[in-house]
């Protein structure tokens, strides 16, 4: 799209140049070197606008396509008043040259303003707007990426599944409050709890994926541990931790998942807060 773009405004630079040089001027009544010395003061010109961030480029580009105008009019037939012709051909590339800035500067600030939109578009598209935890299709490569960081620095990392327990009775208490805040409100309570730098992604059925950086499988247990507690002290509702560490407990996304999914079940099946795969090779 930035091409897209960037193409665009080249081609509207160029037709305003050509538009108004060839109006004002009248190109077509020159002789063939003239038109051909003419044709190079067009694209010296568009380089001239196209090169506005740099302002020494453009006005040195600027200075030269007025000394081309005057060789223009120094061959041309017409040789009487070369001086006044120089200094009006000057003055006219200075307005289409200005022209050509000020539309140069509005596509490139349609432009930010379509990158600004684009990327906001796909955040939300990857982030839930209302909970700020990522959605569960966008989560697995933050985990692809987080195995290629670890491998090269050599830094362990832990993924933690967290899953709500007996999420029908829980949605189906006195209070009776409905699923969607549940989720929404435990949703919170692990963003809050999780440090910066770790990622939380929330998938359907009560279920959690946490991306644990830089944190060996003692670290993780000690945070699981904690969000057990806070979820049964702050909303009164019981979860279920499984852990998996790289590189211990697998070297790839997918091993990594399958051994905390592992663990998850485990500790759902035997009533157990946080197991890690060292408890089920125990």
């Known amino acids: 799209m930035n091409k897209l773009f960037t193409s665009t405004r080249i081609i509207v630079v160029f037709a305003l140049v050509m538009f108004e040089v060839v109006a004002l001027l009248g190109i077509w009544r020159q002789p063939a070197e003239t038109q051909i010395l003419m044709l190079t003061l067009f694209i010296m010109v568009v380089v001239s606008a196209l090169a506005y961030p740099n302002r020494i480029l453009s006005a040195v580009t600027f200075g030269a396509a007025v000394a081309m105008y005057g060789l223009v009019v120094s061959v041309s037939e017409a040789r009487v008043g070369v001086p006044i012709e120089i200094a009006r051909g000057g003055l006219l590339l200075a307005i289409a040259t200005l022209a050509a800035w000020g539309l140069s500067r509005h596509l490139e600030a349609v432009e930010q303003a379509f990158i600004r939109q684009t990327t906001l578009i796909e955040e ?16 697995y490569p933050f985990i692809n990426q987080e195995v290629d960081r ?22 189906l208490g006195s209070d009776q409050r409905s ?7 435990l949703t ?3 963003l809050a709890t999780v440090r910066t730098v770790d990622r939380v992604g929330q998938g359907s059925g009560g279920e959690w994926l946490l991306l644990l950086p830089n944190t060996d499988r003692s670290g993780a247990q000690t945070l699981a541990n904690r969000l057990v507690r806070l979820a049964a002290d702050q ?25 905390a999914e592992a663990a998850q079940d485990f500790a759902r099946m035997n009533a157990i807060p946080v197991v890690s795969r060292a408890l089920l090779d125990a």
Do not use: M
């Open 124 to 139: 939300l598209s990857v982030y839930d707007p209302e909970t700020g935890a990522i959605r569960a299709s966008h989560f």
């Open 150 to 171: 670890a491998r090269r620095y050599r830094l362990p990392f832990s993924i933690a599944i967290v899953q709500l327990v007996a999420e029908e009775d829980a949605l």
């Open 179 to 185: 699923g969607h805040e549940l989720n929404r409100n």
């Open 188 to 190: 919170r309570l692990i």
């Open 235 to 259: 909303q009164g509702v019981t979860i279920t931790v499984g852990v998996a560490t790289f590189p211990d407990d697998g070297a790839d996304s997918q091993t990594l998942l399958d051994e």
